[in-house]
Antibody
Framework: EVQLVESGGGLVQPGRSLRLSCAAS????????MHWVRQAPGKGLEWVSG????????GYADSVKGRFTISRDNAKNSLYLQMNSLRAEDTALYYC???????????????WGQGTLVTVSS | EIVLTQSPGTLSLSPGERATLSCRAS???????LAWYQQKPGQAPRLLIY???SRATGIPDRFSGSGSGTDFTLTISRLEPEDFAVYYC?????????FGQGTKVEIK
Protein backbone atom coordinates (compact mmCIF):
# COMPACT_ATOMS: atom_id res chain seq x y z
CA GLU A 1 0.00 0.00 0.00
CA VAL A 2 1.35 3.39 -1.03
CA GLN A 3 1.76 5.76 1.89
CA LEU A 4 2.93 9.36 1.88
CA VAL A 5 3.33 11.05 5.25
CA GLU A 6 4.14 14.75 5.41
CA SER A 7 5.65 16.52 8.42
CA GLY A 8 7.33 19.77 9.34
CA GLY A 9 4.43 22.21 9.10
CA GLY A 10 3.60 24.77 11.73
CA LEU A 11 3.23 28.44 12.58
CA VAL A 12 6.07 30.63 11.33
CA GLN A 13 6.62 34.38 11.11
CA PRO A 14 6.85 36.14 7.76
CA GLY A 15 10.37 36.09 6.37
CA ARG A 16 11.36 32.97 8.27
CA SER A 17 12.06 29.46 6.97
CA LEU A 18 10.54 26.02 7.28
CA ARG A 19 11.47 22.60 5.95
CA LEU A 20 8.81 20.06 5.02
CA SER A 21 9.42 16.34 4.72
CA CYS A 22 7.50 13.51 3.10
CA ALA A 23 8.18 9.90 4.01
CA ALA A 24 7.19 7.46 1.27
CA SER A 25 6.53 3.73 1.44
CA UNK A 26 4.77 0.98 -0.48
CA UNK A 27 6.37 1.63 -3.85
CA UNK A 28 9.82 1.89 -5.44
CA UNK A 29 10.49 5.51 -4.54
CA UNK A 30 13.43 6.07 -6.87
CA UNK A 31 11.34 5.11 -9.92
CA UNK A 32 8.98 8.08 -9.67
CA UNK A 33 8.98 11.84 -9.80
CA MET A 34 7.51 13.50 -6.73
CA HIS A 35 5.70 16.79 -6.21
CA TRP A 36 4.43 19.29 -3.67
CA VAL A 37 0.92 20.68 -4.17
CA ARG A 38 -0.65 23.19 -1.82
CA GLN A 39 -4.14 24.31 -0.93
CA ALA A 40 -4.83 27.58 0.84
CA PRO A 41 -7.69 27.44 3.37
CA GLY A 42 -11.00 27.17 1.51
CA LYS A 43 -9.28 27.50 -1.87
CA GLY A 44 -8.26 25.32 -4.80
CA LEU A 45 -5.15 23.33 -5.60
CA GLU A 46 -1.83 24.84 -6.70
CA TRP A 47 1.19 22.86 -7.88
CA VAL A 48 4.27 24.13 -6.06
CA SER A 49 7.23 22.07 -7.22
CA GLY A 50 8.28 18.76 -8.72
CA UNK A 51 11.46 16.69 -8.91
CA UNK A 52 12.28 13.84 -11.27
CA UNK A 53 13.16 10.33 -10.09
CA UNK A 54 16.91 11.03 -10.25
CA UNK A 55 16.76 14.74 -9.27
CA UNK A 56 17.90 15.62 -12.78
CA UNK A 57 14.85 17.73 -13.54
CA UNK A 58 13.27 20.19 -11.13
CA GLY A 59 10.46 22.69 -11.59
CA TYR A 60 8.81 25.40 -9.53
CA ALA A 61 5.71 27.52 -9.73
CA ASP A 62 6.49 31.16 -10.41
CA SER A 63 4.97 32.05 -7.03
CA VAL A 64 7.74 30.21 -5.15
CA LYS A 65 10.68 30.32 -7.55
CA GLY A 66 13.82 31.59 -5.84
CA ARG A 67 12.38 31.02 -2.36
CA PHE A 68 11.60 27.29 -2.21
CA THR A 69 13.93 24.37 -2.91
CA ILE A 70 12.78 20.81 -3.53
CA SER A 71 15.05 17.83 -2.95
CA ARG A 72 14.88 14.10 -2.37
CA ASP A 73 16.91 11.36 -0.74
CA ASN A 74 16.23 8.09 -2.53
CA ALA A 75 18.19 6.12 0.07
CA LYS A 76 15.75 7.36 2.72
CA ASN A 77 12.60 7.28 0.53
CA SER A 78 12.07 10.91 1.42
CA LEU A 79 11.05 14.15 -0.28
CA TYR A 80 11.76 17.61 1.09
CA LEU A 81 10.71 21.21 0.56
CA GLN A 82 12.90 23.97 1.97
CA MET A 83 10.80 27.12 2.22
CA ASN A 84 12.61 30.44 2.76
CA SER A 85 11.38 34.02 2.93
CA LEU A 86 7.89 32.84 3.77
CA ARG A 87 4.94 35.14 3.11
CA ALA A 88 1.38 35.23 4.40
CA GLU A 89 0.20 33.99 1.00
CA ASP A 90 2.20 30.78 1.48
CA THR A 91 -0.26 29.75 4.20
CA ALA A 92 -1.72 26.45 3.03
CA LEU A 93 -1.99 22.72 3.48
CA TYR A 94 1.00 21.25 1.68
CA TYR A 95 0.51 17.86 0.05
CA CYS A 96 3.19 15.47 -1.08
CA UNK A 97 2.09 13.70 -4.28
CA UNK A 98 3.50 10.81 -6.27
CA UNK A 99 3.76 11.00 -10.05
CA UNK A 100 1.89 8.26 -11.86
CA UNK A 101 4.40 7.74 -14.66
CA UNK A 102 7.50 5.64 -14.09
CA UNK A 103 10.95 7.12 -14.80
CA UNK A 104 9.52 10.32 -16.26
CA UNK A 105 7.79 13.39 -14.92
CA UNK A 106 4.25 13.56 -16.14
CA UNK A 107 2.97 15.78 -13.33
CA UNK A 108 0.00 13.45 -12.97
CA UNK A 109 -0.65 12.72 -9.32
CA UNK A 110 -1.96 9.26 -8.44
CA UNK A 111 -1.28 9.20 -4.70
CA TRP A 112 -1.41 12.02 -2.17
CA GLY A 113 -0.48 12.35 1.46
CA GLN A 114 -2.83 13.91 4.02
CA GLY A 115 -0.91 17.16 4.05
CA THR A 116 0.92 19.31 6.57
CA LEU A 117 -0.36 22.78 7.45
CA VAL A 118 1.90 25.79 7.13
CA THR A 119 0.67 29.03 8.65
CA VAL A 120 2.67 32.20 8.04
CA SER A 121 1.67 34.91 10.47
CA SER A 122 3.18 37.36 12.92
CA GLU B 1 0.64 29.05 -18.40
CA ILE B 2 -2.55 27.24 -19.35
CA VAL B 3 -5.55 28.58 -17.43
CA LEU B 4 -8.37 26.11 -16.77
CA THR B 5 -11.88 27.42 -16.16
CA GLN B 6 -14.44 25.05 -14.66
CA SER B 7 -18.19 25.45 -14.84
CA PRO B 8 -20.52 25.61 -13.14
CA GLY B 9 -19.07 26.67 -9.81
CA THR B 10 -21.71 24.68 -7.97
CA LEU B 11 -23.99 21.94 -9.21
CA SER B 12 -27.04 21.07 -7.10
CA LEU B 13 -28.39 17.62 -7.91
CA SER B 14 -30.18 14.69 -6.30
CA PRO B 15 -28.81 11.16 -5.88
CA GLY B 16 -29.45 9.16 -9.04
CA GLU B 17 -29.20 12.18 -11.32
CA ARG B 18 -26.58 12.73 -14.00
CA ALA B 19 -23.81 15.29 -13.41
CA THR B 20 -21.98 17.05 -16.21
CA LEU B 21 -18.94 19.14 -15.30
CA SER B 22 -17.03 21.30 -17.77
CA CYS B 23 -13.38 22.32 -17.96
CA ARG B 24 -12.20 24.79 -20.58
CA ALA B 25 -8.53 25.54 -21.26
CA SER B 26 -7.07 28.87 -22.39
CA UNK B 27 -5.04 27.00 -25.03
CA UNK B 28 -4.99 23.51 -26.42
CA UNK B 29 -3.97 20.79 -23.96
CA UNK B 30 -1.38 18.66 -25.70
CA UNK B 31 -2.12 14.95 -26.17
CA UNK B 32 -5.25 15.32 -24.05
CA UNK B 33 -3.11 15.44 -20.91
CA LEU B 34 -6.13 16.35 -18.81
CA ALA B 35 -7.01 14.78 -15.46
CA TRP B 36 -9.91 15.00 -13.02
CA TYR B 37 -9.70 14.71 -9.23
CA GLN B 38 -12.33 14.36 -6.53
CA GLN B 39 -11.86 15.96 -3.11
CA LYS B 40 -14.08 15.42 -0.10
CA PRO B 41 -13.94 17.66 3.01
CA GLY B 42 -10.88 16.95 5.14
CA GLN B 43 -9.42 14.55 2.57
CA ALA B 44 -6.69 14.66 -0.01
CA PRO B 45 -7.67 14.75 -3.69
CA ARG B 46 -8.20 11.42 -5.45
CA LEU B 47 -7.33 10.83 -9.10
CA LEU B 48 -10.40 9.85 -11.11
CA ILE B 49 -9.58 10.32 -14.79
CA TYR B 50 -6.36 10.85 -16.75
CA UNK B 51 -5.62 11.25 -20.44
CA UNK B 52 -9.03 12.95 -20.65
CA UNK B 53 -10.93 9.63 -20.65
CA SER B 54 -9.03 6.85 -18.86
CA ARG B 55 -10.30 5.85 -15.44
CA ALA B 56 -7.74 5.50 -12.67
CA THR B 57 -7.43 2.25 -10.76
CA GLY B 58 -10.52 1.41 -8.72
CA ILE B 59 -12.71 4.21 -10.08
CA PRO B 60 -16.32 3.10 -10.77
CA ASP B 61 -17.51 3.15 -14.37
CA ARG B 62 -20.22 5.72 -13.57
CA PHE B 63 -17.37 8.25 -13.89
CA SER B 64 -16.37 9.06 -17.45
CA GLY B 65 -14.30 11.74 -19.11
CA SER B 66 -14.33 13.12 -22.62
CA GLY B 67 -13.04 15.97 -24.72
CA SER B 68 -9.93 17.20 -26.46
CA GLY B 69 -8.17 20.43 -27.38
CA THR B 70 -9.63 23.08 -25.09
CA ASP B 71 -12.94 21.54 -23.98
CA PHE B 72 -13.26 18.65 -21.56
CA THR B 73 -16.14 17.09 -19.64
CA LEU B 74 -16.47 14.86 -16.58
CA THR B 75 -19.75 12.95 -16.43
CA ILE B 76 -21.11 11.06 -13.44
CA SER B 77 -23.89 8.93 -14.88
CA ARG B 78 -25.88 8.36 -11.69
CA LEU B 79 -24.87 10.20 -8.55
CA GLU B 80 -24.26 8.09 -5.47
CA PRO B 81 -24.30 9.70 -1.99
CA GLU B 82 -20.50 9.41 -1.80
CA ASP B 83 -20.06 11.40 -5.04
CA PHE B 84 -21.02 14.74 -3.51
CA ALA B 85 -17.68 16.52 -3.38
CA VAL B 86 -15.51 19.08 -5.15
CA TYR B 87 -14.04 18.14 -8.53
CA TYR B 88 -10.92 19.65 -10.06
CA CYS B 89 -9.55 19.36 -13.57
CA UNK B 90 -5.79 19.55 -14.13
CA UNK B 91 -3.63 19.79 -17.21
CA UNK B 92 -0.25 18.12 -17.26
CA UNK B 93 0.67 18.61 -20.88
CA UNK B 94 2.79 21.70 -20.47
CA UNK B 95 5.55 22.59 -18.08
CA UNK B 96 3.98 23.82 -14.90
CA UNK B 97 0.79 21.79 -14.32
CA UNK B 98 -2.29 23.85 -13.52
CA PHE B 99 -5.65 23.17 -11.91
CA GLY B 100 -9.11 24.54 -12.47
CA GLN B 101 -10.81 26.36 -9.60
CA GLY B 102 -13.14 23.44 -8.89
CA THR B 103 -16.82 22.53 -9.20
CA LYS B 104 -18.75 21.63 -6.08
CA VAL B 105 -21.39 18.96 -6.54
CA GLU B 106 -23.88 19.35 -3.70
CA ILE B 107 -27.04 17.57 -2.67
CA LYS B 108 -30.17 19.34 -3.82
Amino acid sequence: EVQLVESGGGLVQPGRSLRLSCAASGFTFDDYAMHWVRQAPGKGLEWVSGISWNSGSIGYADSVKGRFTISRDNAKNSLYLQMNSLRAEDTALYYCAKDMLIRTSGSLFDYWGQGTLVTVSS
Amino acid sequence: EIVLTQSPGTLSLSPGERATLSCRASQSVSSSYLAWYQQKPGQAPRLLIYGASSRATGIPDRFSGSGSGTDFTLTISRLEPEDFAVYYCQQYGSSGPTFGQGTKVEIK
